[in-house]
């Protein structure tokens, strides 16, 4: 039984479900500050650095789809920071606006205990548009990406930057 389904963790699930959903809404700022102002890209920036604490709590407790989509939306909001092609960052700003509600609806149905809702949320056709849009970075390299799954780093050590097949290895642990 992972951590996020014990009954004896419920406070701990609980306290992790309400700071998300805290965190959801300074994510959602951080892109309305960037739509408002596209050349300030420290906007996705912060937007990495406040999902990732999603992230690892999110591991800790065992819930590791919210994990891996939380470690996705970090890798595009760094990697997204480092680019000036203003048409692809309207899309980003777009697909994060939809992490962060796929996020807090993942988090709701772990809050209410909804099992059968978390499972039926179609996450696939989502999955699909994040590796579409990581490909568009594959050539940016960014120390602060390195990929974390399952407690140890994909595609070698820590040091590594994020390579495109250590994102292909976190679309894969989605089903892609």
Do not use: H
Request: net charge negative; proline share 2%; glycine share 6%.
């Amino acid at each position: 039984m992972e951590m996020i389904d014990d009954p004896d963790m419920k406070e701990i699930v609980d306290e992790f479900c309400s700071e998300a959903l805290t965190l959801f809404d300074q994510l959602e700022e951080c892109l309305n500050d960037f739509e408002d102002d596209p050349s300030d890209r420290s906007r996705l920036e912060l937007f990495g650095q406040l999902i990732d604490r999603i992230m690892g709590t999110a591991q800790s407790l065992g819930a590791t789809e919210i994990a891996t989509f939380c470690e996705l939306g970090k890798i595009i909001g760094y990697k997204s920071s480092q680019t000036n092609d203003a048409p692809l960052l309207n899309v980003v700003a777009a697909i994060l606006f939809d992490a962060v509600d796929l996020l807090r609806k993942m988090i709701k149905n772990v809050q209410n205990r909804d099992q059968a809702s978390l499972q039926s949320l179609n996450t696939q056709a989502f999955v699909k548009r994040l590796k579409w849009l990581s490909d568009k970075f594959k050539d940016i390299d960014r120390a602060s990406c390195a990929a974390e799954v399952s407690g140890g780093i994909v595609g070698g050590d820590a040091q590594d930057n994020m390579s495109q097949n250590s994102i292909d290895d976190l679309m894969a642990s989605l089903g892609m």
